[in-house]
């Protein structure tokens, strides 16, 4: 047999053998690969292609993930969003469990992660995790920026009653909008990252799509609160907690004397709190970042803890400021009786803790106190304020008139 011969009969070949990658299913071609499943039986495995010259590769890439993740990659295959998001949730969010105080499993806050989960079921629900593309994610992320966030709140209206001729309060629901924070959107961004790393662990998606995409959570976005309570301000809010918004006047001095967070206040228990050593021991299994620490107590936060404890059942066990629900209603209350704008009540957070570098603390001591574990963390809640601003100036300012006055020395002693 000659070359051309040879190479003819092997071409026929070919073409005789390529119709076991492919096969035609009422008019649709699709790729089609045998393989032995885990138990030993034969299973077929088709995906649509266009042309059947691309089968034999389309097959030898099925072949290949097969081998790489398994049977499960091509079980997945018509997985969608919504169910992956329920396999995460029942595995991955749940209650968290301690053992001698240390948390051996789950979450201790799993509302926040349900709440970035919605918006991410409703665009992608219904759509294969296998075919979400950085397109996509990209697509989900201007129409959230550019869906503005509606609220429905008590507008209050003092109006004259015509019959009485007394001044009455008429509360009517409205509807307030604002603009979407670029925070909140990364937030959603970085649980959808995460789900979809829990589908690459357990094989169900060969590669996650944000491995190609750089920037798309963009912290550097982020506008960072740096609202920083002034001492004339700080009088007026703690005179407009009296009546029944006095339970916010000792939870706003913890704040600010504390810098505790307010899962932190919320949660504390009388069995942490030392008044003989002027102390609040916050256990790990209400820190962030679960690890214990110990803060001090002022003089006026002892006053109003010693005043809490009088009036308390006496029960160690027992929460200290008795909060098992928000303080919203009561907050916004008390901050418009007292014209301060903008103040919520994490930004004692950022008060107490400019404060406490502002009075001479050093940065060491305070990230202890504060609970920061990273000064690039920590440095986003210490805000210069225009009393440490002039503070540096005034420290400058000496520092210069000091080494002007050297020079001025060193002249005249050469002259």
């Not at 495995?45 to 091509?74: C, N, Q, W």
């Not at 995460?194 to 996650?208: C, E, H, P, Q, T």
């Not at 006053?303 to 909060?323: C, M, R, Y």
Request: net charge positive; proline share 2%.
């Amino acid at each position: 047999m000659n070359n051309g011969q040879k190479d003819l009969s092997e071409e026929s070949k070919r073409k005789r053998s390529s119709p076991r990658y492919w096969v035609e299913i009422k008019g649709k071609i699709y790729a089609r690969l045998q393989y032995k499943n885990e138990s030993g039986k034969y299973q077929v495995k088709y995906k649509p292609i266009t042309d059947k010259r691309t089968a034999r590769s389309t097959v030898e890439g099925m072949r290949k993930e097969l081998e790489t993740h398994g049977e499960e990659i091509f079980l997945s295959d018509k997985m969608t969003f919504d169910e992956l998001a329920d396999k995460y949730t029942e595995v991955e969010l749940v209650e968290a469990s301690y053992q001698t105080g240390v948390k051996i499993k789950g979450r201790r806050s799993i509302a926040p992660v349900q709440s970035a989960i919605k918006p991410l079921r409703v665009f992608f629900g219904k759509k294969l995790i296998r075919v979400i593309k950085s397109g996509d994610i990209k697509a989900y992320k201007n129409e959230r920026l550019n869906a503005p966030v509606e609220t429905e709140v008590n507008e209050r209206t003092k109006v004259i009653d015509e019959k009485t001729g007394k001044t009455k309060t008429v509360i009517k629901k409205v509807i307030r909008t604002r603009q979407r924070k670029v925070a909140t959107v990364n937030r959603e961004l970085a649980w959808l990252r995460a789900i979809l790393n829990y589908a690459v662990g357990n094989d169900w998606l060969v590669k996650n799509p944000f491995v190609r995409m750089k920037g798309v959570i963009s912290m550097t976005a982020e506008v960072e609160r740096d609202r920083v309570l002034s001492f004339v301000e700080e009088q007026r809010l703690l005179a407009a907690c009296v009546g029944e918004r006095a339970h916010l006047r000792p939870i706003l001095i913890c704040a600010l004397d504390t810098a505790m967070r307010r899962g932190e206040i919320f949660k504390m228990r009388w069995r942490d709190v030392n008044l003989e050593m002027n102390e609040i021991y916050i256990p790990q299994t209400n820190t962030k970042t679960e690890e214990a620490r110990t803060v001090g107590v002022t003089s006026r936060l002892k006053a109003e803890l010693e005043l809490l404890w009088q009036v308390s059942p006496k029960d160690k066990t027992q929460i200290v400021f008795g909060i098992t629900n928000s303080v919203k209603r009561a907050w916004s209350t008390a901050c418009d009786l007292a014209d301060v704008r903008d103040f919520r009540l994490h930004d004692c957070r950022h008060t107490a803790t400019t404060r406490m570098i502002t009075s001479g603390s050093p940065h060491t001591e305070v990230m202890k106190i504060t609970g920061h574990s990273q000064l690039k963390t920590f440095l986003r809640y210490l805000n210069i304020t225009s009393e440490t601003a002039n503070k540096v100036a005034s420290r400058l300012n000496n520092y210069l008139n000091g080494r002007q006055s050297s020079i001025s020395e060193v002249s005249d002693t050469m002259n």
